[in-house]
Every structure is written in C-alpha cells, then in structure tokens.
C-alpha cells in the first residue's frame, strides 16, 4: 500500500528532520524500504549526483569508471566524492561535478557496470535504501540535511523487486531536480513505456513510478505547467496511483478517477505537509490544526516553493 | 440528542501512546460505568472499536482511521473530521461526527445510526447492510457502492456515481446530485417511507421544511449480471 509524504519549508531548515518524522509515522504502511528527495540550496555552476555502487570491493574502479566518462565529456569532479561508512555491500554515493550536457553524458554514464545514478540536480538529492524511516535516516544522516523541501516514501513491494534501486523517490531520468513518490499501481505501464522509450528516453527500473516522473517531465518539457501535466495524467494514466511529484520550485499531486489512495495535508501561507495519513501530518502540527483530506476523485494540485528571503 | 457534559466525563490522554493502551483504558472505564472524554486524539487510528452499548465517549478531536469500528451500541461523538471508514462494520449503536466524515463511512454496517454534520466522503456507506447514514452536508463520489440494504441520507446533495451498482440499499437526497452511478435509478418515494426518514431526521433535530426527496434505488440490472453484458458496466 505504501505511504507518501510532502514537505516545503516556511524557509530552509532542517527539512530531513520533518520528513522522517513523516515517514516514521507512515512506517506501518511498508517497511521494506524507505526513500527521501531532498532539495538543498541550488547550486549556480554544478550537479550533485547521487547513485549507488553494487560493490564496495570494487568502489575504485567505478570511481575511476565514472570519472573517465565525466571528462569525457568535459566535466569533472568538483568536489572529492563521498560515500557511506557501512559494510554493507552496495555503498551509496555523493558527487558533486561540474557542468555538463546531463542527457548525453547520461546515455553513457548509464552503460557503466556496478553503478547506479538516481538522482542528478542543482538541487535534488535521492537517498533511498532497505529498512523503515529511522534505519534510512541513521545510515544516511537525513536529519542533518539542510533544504527548502523534499518528499518521501516507505515501500511496500507489489509489483517489483526489494532493492535500493527498485525502492521510492525515483527520478524523472534524464530531467534534473524532478522526483516522484507513488502509492499504488498503473495499469497502461507497458504500452507508456514503450511510447516514452521510441522518444529515446531510458528507465533504470522497472517500476511504473519511475515510468510518471518521466511522463510529466516530457510534457512540462512540451511546455506544460505542472498543473496542466498533473491534470492531464489523471486521464493518461490508468491505474489506482496518488503521486507527488517535486520540482526546484514546486511539489504537486495527482489521484486517479476512483479516488482510493488517501492524502491529507496542511497548508499554511508558505509551508505545507502532505502525507497518505492525516496521523502522520499531526506528527509536526500537535494543535488542531486543519488537516484537509485531497479524497474527490482525479483530483490534482500543486504547492509553490519560495525561494529563500522570500517568504 | 442527549449527551453527557465535558465535566462529568473520565479523561483518557490519547497523545502518541499504543493505540492498544488507549483502547484498554477506554474498556476499563467502559466496564466502571463511566462517560468518557479523550483528549489528544491526534488523528489516530482505531480508536474505541468494538465497544458494548453501554459505552458513552466523546473524542476531542479529530480521528484516523476505523473510529467506531464494529460498534455493538456505543454512543460515540467526535467534535471533529474522521478519516476512513468510521463505524466499519457496526452492528448498533449510535455515531457522531461534527465535521468530515472521511472516505468510506458506515462501509459494510449492519445497523445504528451514524450522523455526520459535515460532508461525507467518497464511498460513504460502501457495502452497508443495514442501519441510517445522515448526513447534513453532501456525501461523496461513489456513495453507496455496492449497499445492501440501510439508508444514506444527504441533506446536501452528492458528488458523482450517486448509488452506484446499489444492491438494495437506499440513497435519499435533497439538493443536487452530482451523477448517478451505473446501475441506479431515482424514484418518487412513498409518503410512509417519507414520514419514516422525517422522523429519522426530526430524532437528530433536523426537522426541516417540505424536502425535496429524490430516493435513490437499483435499477435492478445488475441482479441478473450476465458477462456478455459485460460491456454495459464498462467504465474505462
């Protein structure tokens, strides 16, 4: 069944904090994995890369691997990269590389063995990995990141495998900075990835989230406002599904027409929390505040991000 | 409707305690004869389920998910919204909601009343089997599902696929309906059964004037479902 959540800051704080917190009152609704994207101040002239690497044995080669690739296509590190302190065997990387064609450079970095590229942003930051919220948040030290917002999601598997790779925020490959969580299922996946794949874009799973980022990316790409593409999916898209989808400057969300999968949020002048269970939300407000329940069917909307100074 | 006031009532602190502490509480005051008041409530799910009839509580709050759930004659009041499915399964008894009743309301009830002051979700009493659903606002897409048997009564009008695929229930509204759903008809009601809602309505302290009563009932195709018919009820 799965549980969302959605967060913006009133300004840039501690937004790890809130979502695991979000998370961890959602723990009972999938606990194989948990996932976050997180949006940290926007850098003007880099990347930042996360991905993971099938073997920490070999963790120098693909490093070697991924730099080769960066430069050839003249870019390079920025900063030294860094990477878990466990032992477990896949190791969860961070980069920071300078600038560079993200599509062209991607059509080759992806053909590399032994690693995984999840994330590419000015801002966004996927980290997902096996467990519930406060395993993920302990390993990866969510609770220390710094941003504006993020969304989150606690997996239960229905249609594919238990991995750090399968589980949620997915990126909307090849776009920077556009990540999704998704409770529920698309019934039209393959015949949509068929389309999405004869336009030359790639998926890195097999799993119908990754499939929604990529289409709503490729219609804000035709031009779209993340309105319009949000309304728009409730008809292209069939299934049971409630998403958010995150931008650099907006979160949004979209349920299909039979209205099953539950989401509550509270939204207040700049700052908003949105999870599948109105408990969740009340995890950050303990007064009473108005929680509203998004439950009419195909329902869809979208939540401003200020940019910082702002609000 | 009589009720108990905040100071006669034992307080139990819902807050971030197991839900099955909470509910434990709730039965021990339940057994010592008291009213109950509980505070905190936090949107918390499965709160005060299965309670006999002499049960008396008052939720502060809002509730998650279950509120009310398998109720055997509780009279349960919350001053808030509800999320899913409360008084699921109840068999008696009778429920308050001031404000949203969240989706799926009364889903597969057998008998009590639940009256909502606010507007009721999508699927308000899915598969109900029997007992009355008022509700003061509008009820949701998708309100009567499937139901059996019992009424849903909306005093302001529904969202789309009114009744949809209703088996024997009743969906009785005044003011607008969104759309009906497959397989469902409206019909002129007859005075008794008139007198009978009224009645209903009046005990709730909704006596209104001259309503404009559309009942909502099966239309009865679905009864004899045959697959080659498949086609008729395709939605997609």
């Known amino acids: 069944m799965c549980g969302i959540a959605g967060r913006i800051l009133e300004q840039p704080g501690l937004i790890g904090v809130d979502l695991v917190a979000l998370m961890q009152a959602q723990a009972h609704r999938g606990s194989d994995s948990t996932g976050f994207a997180l949006y940290g101040e926007p850098r003007q002239n880099s990347y930042v890369v996360r991905g993971v690497a099938s073997d920490r044995r070999a963790l120098d080669q693909t490093l070697d691997g991924f730099l080769q690739t960066l430069r050839a296509h003249d870019s390079d590190l920025i900063e030294d990269p860094s990477w878990d302190d466990t032992t477990q065997r896949h190791v969860s990387l961070r980069m920071i590389i300078g600038e560079l064609d993200v599509r062209t450079w991607l059509a080759e970095a992806d053909l590399q063995e032994g690693l995984e590229i999840q994330s590419v942003g000015r801002s966004l930051e996927i980290v997902k990995d096996l467990g519930i919220s406060q395993d993920v948040s302990l390993k990866h030290n969510i609770t220390d990141f710094v941003g504006s917002h993020g969304i989150a999601n606690a997996r239960m598997a229905t249609e594919s495998r238990v991995s750090p790779t399968a589980s949620h925020p997915f990126w909307a490959r090849p776009f920077p900075d556009i990540a999704i969580v998704h409770n529920g299922q698309l019934t039209n996946y393959f015949g949509l990835k068929a389309r999405l794949q004869r336009q030359g874009y790639t998926f890195l799973t097999e799993n119908d989230s990754e499939l929604i980022a990529v289409w709503i990316s490729d219609q804000l790409s035709r031009g779209l406002t993340l309105e319009e593409a949000l309304h728009s999916s409730v008809g292209e898209l069939d299934g049971v599904f409630t998403y958010i989808i995150s931008t650099l400057t907006q979160i949004g969300m979209a349920k299909d027409r039979w209205a099953i999968k539950p989401l509550a949020v509270f939204a207040h002048e700049q700052e908003m929390a949105t999870a599948t269970e109105e408990q969740a939300v009340r995890k950050l407000y303990t007064g009473e505040v108005p929680i509203s329940n998004l439950d009419g069917p195909g329902y869809s909307t979208t939540w401003d991000v200020l940019p910082a100074g702002r609000a | ?236």
């Open chain 2, 1 to 236: 409707m009589g009720s108990k006031n905040i100071a006669e009532r034992v307080e139990i602190n819902a807050g971030d305690r197991p839900v099955k502490e909470i509910n434990q509480d709730i039965r021990s005051q339940v057994q010592a004869g008291n009213p109950i008041l509980v505070s905190n409530t936090m949107s918390r799910h499965n709160l005060g389920v299965g309670l006999p009839a002499s049960a008396d509580i008052l939720f502060e709050g809002s509730v998650g998910y279950y509120c009310g759930g398998l109720n055997d004659g509780a009279r349960i009041h919350v001053t808030r919204d509800c999320g899913w499915g409360v008084g699921e399964a109840m068999a008696t008894g009778h429920i308050t909601v001031d404000g949203y009743a969240g989706m799926s309301a009364g889903a597969s009830m057998l008998g009590g009343t639940i009256h909502v002051r606010g507007n009721a979700g999508p699927r308000c009493g899915v598969a109900m089997k029997g007992g009355d659903i008022i509700v003061e606002g509008a009820i949701g897409y998708l309100s009567g599902f499937m139901a059996h048997s019992g009424r849903i009564i909306a005093l302001g009008g529904t969202d789309d696929a009114a009744g949809d695929s209703l088996w024997g229930g009743e969906v009785w509204v005044d003011g607008p309906i969104g759309s009906l759903g497959v397989d469902s008809k409206i019909i002129e009601p007859d005075p008794p059964e008139v007198e009978s809602v009224e009645k209903l309505l009046a005990q709730h302290g909704l006596d209104g004037p001259d309503r404009d009563w559309k009942k909502i009932v099966s239309a009865q195709r679905l009864w004899h479902f045959e697959s080659r018919d498949a086609r008729a009820w395709l939605m997609i």
